[in-house]
């Protein structure tokens, strides 16, 4: 079979995850390569350079980047900015004819969601989001249970994921997760985890979201919620009890079914995701990088036209419940999504 050639892909914004994951991930796939660069900041470009190989002619900034159409050497921007950005960079990705990969939250709402889904719709180019966990094996093998059924009918689902983090010097300069505006705030950044977990671990979608937001640090929380509760009412009576922080350190999924149960804990670090079941089974952890994982499997569906395992109607789905999450806990009472 004909060798397939790797996909060129220019990382938009240089930040921790671009750096200390998604590089060196994407110095192990098998169908990708690092061809480009989109910064704000110049002085962090002679270093990814000399590091990637990257020639002059691969550098963007944002001003520049609308002229990454004429560049045949890159064939997927992948966006990795704080959120209130990923929207309008998706759709200018989409207009330059990039497929356009874009991180967690997937954006600010599900109406810039649509925004980005029709911009490549239109444009004709792939859009996925970083939902590392879904390719991870473990988490596969969870996502298979909830039609296989191992232990009976599934009745409740636990998910938690967040950090303790953040002080007064996350201020001064104020840290783009502590400023509304940006996209911060734990239920965009870890609360997407419980909640696509709640989805793939049900297997259908919900009807109705409740939830709550707390916080504990006025002087540091003056703008985004510290910890989010949120319960997801999916059919059959089925629910979902969600939670996320930035003041608790949590990282658990477990489903509550008829005759017994299974949980994955760690659920959603960068690796030793593992998992057990009521039956004394165990889901040992598997020794990969997610994110070259993850952008090998987005390669490949585009490289051979195949459906993406997650594309944007699966971030748009988050968001929507997202919204719905923010209004509840900012109004009260349940939502229907
Ligand atoms: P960082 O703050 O470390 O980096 C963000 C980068 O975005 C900056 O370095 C900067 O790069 C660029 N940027 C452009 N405009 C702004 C702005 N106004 N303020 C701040 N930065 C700006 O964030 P992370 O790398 O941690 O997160 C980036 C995205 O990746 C988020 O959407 C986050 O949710 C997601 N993420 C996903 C993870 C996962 O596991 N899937 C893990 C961690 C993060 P430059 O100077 O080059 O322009």
Not at 68 to 93: M, Q
Not at 130 to 151: S, V
Not at 157 to 181: H, I, M, S, T
Not at 231 to 241: G, I, K, N, Q, Y
Request: aromatic share 8%; hydrophobic share 40%.
């Amino acid at each position: 079979k004909a060798a397939e050639r790797k996909l060129g892909v220019a990382i938009v914004g240089l930040g921790g995850y671009a750096e200390g994951l998604i590089a060196p991930g994407l110095a192990r796939t098998r169908h990708c390569r690092l061809a480009g660069i989109v910064t704000g900041t110049p002085a962090k470009v002679p270093r990814w350079q000399q590091r990637y190989g990257i020639p002059d002619a691969n550098v963007y900034s944002y001003d520049s980047f609308d002229r990454i159409a004429d560049n045949p050497a890159i064939d997927v921007v992948y966006i990795i900015t704080p959120p209130h950005l990923h929207k309008t960079l998706a759709v200018r990705a989409a207009n330059a004819g990039k497929h356009v990969w874009c991180e967690k939250p997937m954006a600010m709402n599900a109406d810039e969601c649509q925004q980005m889904i029709q911009a490549c719709r239109r444009n004709k180019v792939a859009l996925a989001i970083g939902y590392r966990m879904q390719h991870e094996p473990n988490t596969r093998t969870l996502i298979g249970y909830a039609t296989a059924k191992p232990f009976g009918r599934l009745r409740q689902v636990r998910a938690e994921a967040g950090y303790a983090g953040y002080d007064a010097g996350d201020l001064q300069p104020r840290n783009w997760r502590l400023a509304r505006a940006f996209g911060g705030g734990p239920m965009y950044d870890m609360g997407t985890y419980p909640l696509n977990a709640a989805r793939y671990t049900v297997g259908t979608e919900p009807l109705a979201v409740s939830a709550r937001s707390r916080v504990d640090r006025a002087e540091i929380f003056d703008q985004v919620e510290e910890h989010m509760d949120f319960t997801l009412e999916f059919p059959d009576e089925v629910r979902a009890t969600c939670a996320t922080s930035f003041g608790r350190s949590m990282n658990q999924l477990r489903a509550t079914c008829a005759d017994g149960w299974y949980e994955l804990a760690p659920f959603q670090s960068y690796s030793g995701v593992r998992g057990q079941r009521s039956d004394g089974r165990r889901l040992e952890a598997v020794v990969e990088h997610q994110q070259a994982l993850q952008m090998d499997n987005d390669a490949l569906a585009i490289l051979r036209g195949m459906p993406l395992r997650v594309p944007g109607e699966e971030g748009a789905r988050d968001l929507r419940i997202m919204d719905a999450i923010f209004r509840s806990a900012a109004e009260g009472g349940r939502r229907i999504v």
